[in-house]
């Protein structure tokens, strides 16, 4: 079986020797070191609730680096009652570190809803990063701080207004380690 590249390049070949346009390529996220360079999302908006980051400030790891994901799980449960939300998929992990590619996630969000990003890595990583990406390569948002618990939104929610075909970007802004994200919704 032929690589999807390798077909692609063929049907290109034939449709411009055929006086056709070759198609155009696929749309998707750009993957940079930073978010600076892209634009607002046009399909997402951030809702704040000043009552949302009290939850998250407080939360102290319990596992000493021990399991990432049992810690974003208690951190977001820890959330629960405030947000009236609940998880959304499965508890997404890797491993990461300094100066590499982000670590790309997709995530189907649905129109109408709204989401919340919990984040947690070990101590060995000073600063753990964590960006939203919709499918035209809009920022949907970002965390803000410098610590091993990044959520998104810190002190709100991001609300889709469409249905979308979304990334979430996980890096390590220092340090290395491993990491977990799980995402919530109403």
């Not at 411009?16 to 399909?43: F, W, Y």
């Not at 400030?57 to 820890?78: E, L, R």
């Not at 609300?159 to 990491?179: E, I, P």
């Amino acid at each position: 079986m032929k690589p999807p590249f390798a077909v692609a390049s063929v049907l290109s070949i034939v449709a411009a020797a055929c006086g056709g346009q070759p198609p155009p390529p696929a749309a998707r996220p750009p993957v940079t070191a930073s978010n600076a360079d892209l634009p607002p999302s046009t399909k997402a908006e951030v809702k704040s609730d000043p009552t949302f980051a009290s939850c998250h400030s407080a939360f102290k790891p319990a596992t000493n680096d021990k399991d990432v994901a049992a810690d974003v799980d208690a951190m977001a449960k820890g959330c629960a009652d405030a947000t009236k939300m609940k998880k959304a998929g499965d508890t997404l992990s890797g491993d990461t570190h300094e100066g590499a590619p982000p670590s790309l996630f997709p995530f189907g969000a649905q129109a109408g809803k709204c989401y919340r990003v919990y984040g947690m890595a070990q101590s060995t990583m000073q600063d753990f990063d964590v960006s939203w990406v919709d499918s035209g390569g809009g920022l949907v948002a970002q965390d803000t701080t410098d610590d091993l618990s990044p959520v998104i939104s810190e002190d709100g929610k991001v609300c889709f207004k469409v249905s979308d075909a979304t990334t979430l970007r996980a890096s390590a802004g220092a340090g290395a380690g491993k990491f977990a994200l799980q995402v919530w919704s109403d």
